[in-house]
């Protein structure tokens, strides 16, 4: 084994034959959604058996379409988890609605479902909950509470390719479901998101939005004999088609999407059972019913007895410990942020650290150590003895 290696949080991993299924849609001047797109899409509705599959720009468009999709406007509130990728907060913003931050469960990263009841208002719309790092948060209570408060939910599944709740794949069980493509994440077409429902009146009002509100695609145009046809626009919509290009991308890598899962998991097997013993580390919990995807591998920094008071100490601790992984070459993260710190949150909402203590801890404690699929076993096992023997 080298004594110095250069792993990457993350690595791209594409096969020959995805390099070169990008040259089709070049080739025959498609370039913008069309065909491939379309298989693409028809492929993850297959995968994640869900009825309707919409392929766009992101994940933040993704989110962001569901809502307006849905008529989520000023005035409106929408229950975001505190500790999450920024975009999930944002799009509600975009749309002029107001967040309701609420705070998650330190063991699992995601909403605590205890709190969402207890922030719930006369102009609350949607709960968004997000599958963080792979892992579903726990969808059954989530979707009572919304059918009691009649409240939509919009899953954000950007981190959940692979992640099923009790068998079903996330993304299925909320109003709607929203998937990230980014090179972040375990299947990529560079910037790209999906949205799968099983309405097909929302898929519809969807599918209508991301083409600027048209009523006919490109592809069903180019298929017809009435060239005098245009499409009407019912919508004041929006550009956030994927192109043929990344369709093609995407659509070539379903076709090994269960090995990259199963390849994902072994990895983070392997993980788990090389760090049980080190109570410093807690490594990420997956529950009886839930299969993680393992977008990442986010662990809690000596996770005994954290709170508010002695944050700081293992923050600095955590900090020299990453400073010393990256001068070994191994690159780790902070899980995500908390968002409430953001200064935009901060300052637009007044938010202080103790507002969401969990999701605060988590942003000043967590440790992402890298996983991908195409990591070699020496990449791996040089992480493994270099953290066992950290401390
Ligand atoms: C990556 C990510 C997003 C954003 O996805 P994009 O495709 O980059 O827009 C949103 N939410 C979460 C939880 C993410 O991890």
């Given at each position: 084994?080298?004594?110095?290696?250069?792993?990457?949080?993350?690595?791209?991993?594409?096969?020959?034959?995805?390099?070169?299924?990008?040259?089709?849609?070049?080739?025959?001047?498609?370039?913008?959604?069309?065909?491939?797109?379309?298989?693409?899409?028809?492929?993850?509705s297959k995968f994640t058996s869900s009825e309707n599959s919409l392929a766009v720009t992101s994940c933040t468009t993704a989110l962001h379409l569901s809502l307006a999709a849905l008529d989520f406007g000023p005035g409106d509130e929408a229950i975001v988890p505190a500790f999450t990728w920024i975009s999930t907060a944002n799009v509600v913003e975009h749309l002029g609605g107001k967040v309701?931050?609420?705070?998650?469960?330190?063991?699992?990263?995601?909403?605590?479902?205890?709190?969402?009841?207890?922030?719930?208002?006369?102009?609350?719309?949607?709960?968004?909950?997000?599958?963080?790092?792979?892992l579903a948060a726990d969808m059954d209570p989530i979707n009572d509470i919304a059918e009691r408060h009649n409240l939509w939910v919009v899953e954000d599944a950007a981190c959940g390719f692979g992640a099923k709740y009790f068998g079903r794949h996330v993304g299925t069980l909320g109003t709607t479901g929203c998937f990230s493509f980014h090179p972040r994440k375990a299947l990529t077409t560079g910037e790209g998101g999906m949205v799968t429902t099983s309405d097909s009146k929302l898929a519809d009002k969807i599918r209508c939005l991301r083409d600027h509100g048209a009523t006919m695609s490109d592809?069903?145009?180019?298929?017809?004999?009435?060239?005098?046809?245009?499409?009407?626009?019912?919508?004041?919509?929006?550009?956030?088609?994927?192109?043929?290009i990344q369709g093609a991308l995407g659509s070539a890598q379903m076709d090994r999407a269960n090995e990259i899962i199963l390849e994902r998991r072994n990895l983070a097997n392997i993980y788990n059972e090389a760090f049980s013993?080190?109570?410093?580390?807690?490594?990420?919990?997956?529950?009886?019913?839930?299969?993680?995807?393992?977008?990442?591998?986010?662990?809690?920094?000596?996770?005994?007895?954290?709170?508010?008071?002695?944050?700081?100490?293992?923050?600095?601790?955590?900090?020299?410990?990453?400073?010393?992984?990256?001068?070994a070459g191994i690159s780790t993260r902070p899980a995500t942020h908390a968002v409430h710190m953001l200064s935009y949150y901060q300052k637009k909402y007044k938010c202080e650290p103790k507002d969401y203590p969990n999701a605060y801890i988590a942003n000043e404690c967590s440790i992402s150590l890298p996983l991908f699929h195409g990591m070699t076993e020496d990449e791996q096992n040089f992480v493994i003895e270099f953290v066992k023997n950290s401390f």
């Open positions: 084994m080298t004594s110095k290696m250069n792993i990457p949080i993350a690595r791209t991993s594409l096969l020959e034959n995805e390099i070169q299924s990008v040259i089709a849609p070049l080739e025959n001047g498609w370039l913008v959604q069309g065909p491939k797109v379309e298989e693409f899409e028809s492929k993850w309701i931050f609420c705070d998650i469960d330190p063991d699992t990263f995601n909403i605590d479902v205890s709190q969402i009841e207890g922030k719930i208002t006369s102009k609350t719309k949607a709960i968004l909950p997000v599958h963080l790092f792979g592809l069903q145009r180019h298929m017809g004999a009435k060239p005098y046809l245009l499409a009407d626009h019912p919508e004041a919509g929006y550009n956030q088609r994927m192109t043929d013993t080190l109570e410093w580390l807690r490594t990420p919990v997956c529950y009886e019913g839930y299969e993680h995807g393992y977008q990442s591998y986010p662990c809690m920094f000596r996770p005994e007895n954290l709170s508010l008071q002695n944050v700081k100490e293992v923050n600095q601790a955590r900090n020299a410990w990453m400073e010393l992984l990256q001068t």
